[in-house]
């Protein structure tokens, strides 16, 4: 049986003493969970953050990283460095980076394979945009998203890699995809993997959904056959609303 694995990702939020309040806050009421916990904090708080988590079941994750190890790369911060603080997550491929910082399917695959390489898990963002959903096209984008940012990645390294399946049109909008469609287009990112690394390592990956998560849905789309937990925006940046999604079987 795979386990369930719920991550926040903060954006740009939270300030230092923000982040500090928030674990303080928010540790004592997950601590029990079986759940796997994981912040993707800002850069600026990722320091403070590891080391209110110490300790505690909360892993902490950054939201984004350069693929080269080092160089002049002005303002980016490399895998190698998010390692050396004792990051252990990373989110990839997020649609706001595809959106507006020019990601694509090329830069996010040398980013998990950077990732990879210094023992950082990516947590692999794809997802459609509404269009894209209307014109009956979400299986072909999703999966050849899912293709791209695979490619030469081995079957070993598949199983450190947790995907996310994030509609676009989801996102901080407060829709929500129905608990069947995330489902089915997740079973089409399995069926995708199993056609590249097999049906056992497809039934082992992590798969996430993400888009308008909130306590009151929680439940019904993390009990879903194929859907892993999920990548929370807005409603993780509340301690109490989020250890709610985290506890959404208690
Ligand atoms: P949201 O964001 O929960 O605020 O919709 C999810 C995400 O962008 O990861």
Redesign the pocket.
């Known amino acids: 049986m795979r386990k369930k694995v719920i991550a926040g990702?903060w954006?740009m939020n939270m300030l230092p003493n923000e982040a500090i309040d928030f674990i303080t806050e928010f540790a004592p009421l997950v601590k029990d969970t079986k759940h796997e916990v994981i912040l993707c904090v800002p850069y600026t708080d990722l320091f403070y953050a590891l080391l209110h988590a110490q300790g505690t079941n909360i892993k902490i994750g950054a939201q984004n990283m350069h693929w080269e190890e080092k160089g002049a790369y002005t303002g980016e911060i490399s895998a190698q460095m998010l390692k050396s603080i004792g990051v252990e997550y990373v989110i990839i491929g997020?649609?706001?980076r595809r959106q507006y910082f020019a990601e694509t399917d090329e830069t996010v695959n040398k980013k998990i394979k950077s990732a990879l390489a210094n023992n950082l898990k990516p947590i692999v963002?794809v997802g459609e945009t509404l269009e894209q959903r209307e014109q009956g096209v979400t299986e072909k984008i999703i999966t050849t998203q899912v293709e791209k940012a695979l490619e030469g990645i081995s079957a070993e390294s598949l199983a450190q890699i947790i995907i996310?399946y994030?509609p676009i049109w989801?996102?901080?909008?407060g829709k929500t995809a129905t608990k069947e469609d995330a489902n089915d287009t997740i079973k089409q990112i399995r069926k995708k993997i199993a056609e590249i690394y097999g049906q056992n390592e497809a039934e082992r990956v992590i798969i996430q959904y993400?888009?308008?998560?909130k306590s009151s849905n929680a439940k019904e789309l993390f009990e879903m056959s194929d859907i892993d937990g999920g990548?929370?925006?807005?409603?993780s940046l509340k301690p109490e609303e989020f250890s709610k999604i985290v506890k959404f079987d208690e």
Do not use: D, W, Y
């Open positions: 990702n954006k997020h649609s706001e963002c996310a994030e989801a996102i901080g909008t993400g888009g308008s998560v990548l929370v925006g807005g409603a």
